[in-house]
T-cell receptor, first 112, second 114 residues
Framework: QKEVEQDPGPLSVPEGAIVSLNCTYS??????FMWYRQYSRKGPELLMYTYSSGNKEDGRFTAQVDKSSKYISLFIRDSQPSDSATYLC????????????FGAGTRLFVKA | KAGVTQTPRYLIKTRGQQVTLSCSPISGHRSVSWYQQTPGQGLQFLFE???????NKGNFPGRFSGRQFSNSRSEMNVSTLELGDSALYLCASSLRGTVGNEQFFGPGTRLTVL
């Protein structure tokens, strides 16, 4: 079993829809939770970053972390065609050094 | 400020050969991490260097190695290439390499092994 599980999709939604992307994980030591967006032929770029449990909002994006369930989510409101990309969840612990574990990524298509 | 650069962008090699990939981090960043990205496995952590020292290593065979120079530039080497090594190799730099520091990714090197 992988440490981080993420449905690869693809997920196709109409413009303006609310998108929900999710990941589950098994390592209870994870404390830092991130969402990256990766466009075709580009490297991932950081979208949202959350420490421990709770919610974080940034414009149309909301990240949620539920450590008791080992479950994290990213919500995109009023989705746009420009949101079409692969979204990767990522997490790390605080044992020192810098080792981030990524989910497989979910491909999202927003249709105009 | 220039981003993370990786060279070359594309490589084609044959089985058994070796390859060296290069990464130049953002100026001032001292941590460089390497990742392998494949459709089946996603993004997998290879190793992380900070001030020329390897601090973390993922679960890859010893054919995968790396180093970091005093100017923080990093190289990754794969020896005795196998077909399964075909992937996008990404490098990411971070200011201090501590958790909470944002990682900035380069565009990657696409390696094809024939």
């Amino acid at each position: 079993q992988k440490e981080v599980e993420q449905d690869p999709g693809p997920l196709s939604v109409p413009e303006g829809a609310i998108v929900s992307l999710n990941c589950t994980y098994s390592n209870s030591a994870f404390q830092y939770f991130m969402w990256y967006r990766q466009y075709s032929r580009k490297g991932p770029e950081l979208l949202m970053y959350t420490y421990s449990s709770g919610n974080k909002e940034d414009g149309r994006f909301t990240a949620q972390v539920d450590k008791s369930s080992k479950y994290i989510s990213l919500f995109i409101r009023d989705s746009q065609p420009s949101d079409s990309a692969t979204y990767l969840c990522a997490m790390s612990d605080d044992t020192g050094g810098f080792k981030t574990i990524f989910g497989a990524g979910t491909r999202l298509f927003v249709k105009a | 400020k220039a981003g993370v650069t990786q060279t070359p962008r594309y490589l084609i090699k044959t089985r058994g050969q070796q390859v060296t990939l290069s990464c130049s981090p953002i100026s001032g960043h001292r941590s460089v991490s390497w990742y392998q990205q494949t459709p089946g496995q996603g993004l997998q952590f290879l190793f992380e260097y900070f001030s020329e020292t390897q601090r973390n290593k993922g679960n890859f065979p010893g054919r995968f190695s790396g180093r970091q120079f005093s100017n923080s530039r990093s190289e990754m080497n794969v020896s005795t290439l196998e077909l399964g090594d075909s992937a996008l190799y990404l490098c990411a730099s971070s200011l201090r390499g501590t958790v909470g520091n944002e990682q900035f990714f380069g565009p990657g090197t696409r390696l094809t092994v024939l």
